[in-house]
T-cell receptor, first 111, second 114 residues
Framework: AQKVTQAQTEISVVEKEDVTLDCVYE???????LFWYKQPPSGELVFLIR??????QNEISGRYSWNFQKSTSSFNFTITASQVVDSAVYFC????????FGAGTRLTVKP | DAGVIQSPRHEVTEMGQEVTLRCKPI?????LFWYRQTMMRGLELLIY????????DSGMPEDRFSAKMPNASFSTLKIQPSEPRDSAVYFC????????????FGQGTRLTVV
């Protein structure tokens, strides 16, 4: 069975700090996909990134970067120089044929 | 594209009443998901349709919940009878295929059962 664990329930940082959100997954499949979504206070779920199990290249998009390591079954998300607008709940998700989410990490960035 | 459209956005109902939530997926998407979000349980997958066929309904909490997808452009999630513990935000999402492609979410329906 697939499972996603986000051990950090809440994180609070001060603006401009770097922050890493952890995601650990479990699956028996060799082909799977990992995602990160953002849920701002307004409540919608916004797609951030997708990774397939055969692509372990890290990715950087502006202040966001993702580190995928199959050896540790982790797909961590780093925000560099955090901003108040980054305050949200961030979800990691795993997809084999459907999509299942972790419990989410609430990030608060204080000015 | 209008995105995934859910209605109503908010629903307040009395315990015991029937509640129907509606979802219009993005045109061309052939997979549809219903999720429930609560503080205690997070985002739970209730049911997953592919090409209008229910593939996995193991997340449906009990027989009071039922979901249908009569065609590619419409799905419903029904709760009958509703109970206060059903209060949650219900999200519908759609994607091109079931796995490997990002799902796009609707704005959600906030259900309150009093």
């Amino acid at each position: 069975a697939q499972k996603v664990t986000q051990a950090q329930t809440e994180i609070s940082v001060v603006e401009k700090e770097d922050v890493t959100l952890d995601c650990v997954y479990e699956t028996r499949d060799t082909t799977y996909y990992l995602f990160w979504y953002k849920q701002p206070p307004s409540g919608e779920l916004v797609f951030l990134i997708r990774r397939n199990s055969f692509d372990e290249q890290n990715e950087i998009s502006g202040r966001y970067s993702w580190n995928f390591q199959k050896s540790t079954s982790s797909f961590n998300f780093t925000i560099t120089a955090s901003q108040v607008v980054d305050s949200a709940v961030y979800f990691c998700a795993l997809s084999e044929y459907d999509m299942r989410f972790g419990a989410g990490t609430r990030l608060t960035v204080k000015p | 594209d209008a995105g995934v459209i859910q209605s109503p956005r908010h629903e307040v109902t009395e315990m015991g009443q029937e509640v129907t939530l509606r979802c219009k997926p993005i045109s061309g998407h052939n997979s549809l998901f219903w999720y429930r979000q609560t503080m205690m349980r997070g985002l739970e997958l209730l049911i997953y349709f592919n090409n209008n066929v229910p593939i996995d309904d193991s997340g449906m909490p009990e027989d009071r919940f039922s979901a249908k997808m009569p065609n590619a452009s419409f799905s419903t999630l029904k709760i009958q009878p509703s109970e206060p513990r059903d209060s949650a935000v219900y999200f519908c999402a759609s994607s091109y295929t079931g796995g490997g492609v990002e799902a796009f979410f609707g704005q959600g329906t906030r259900l309150t059962v009093v």
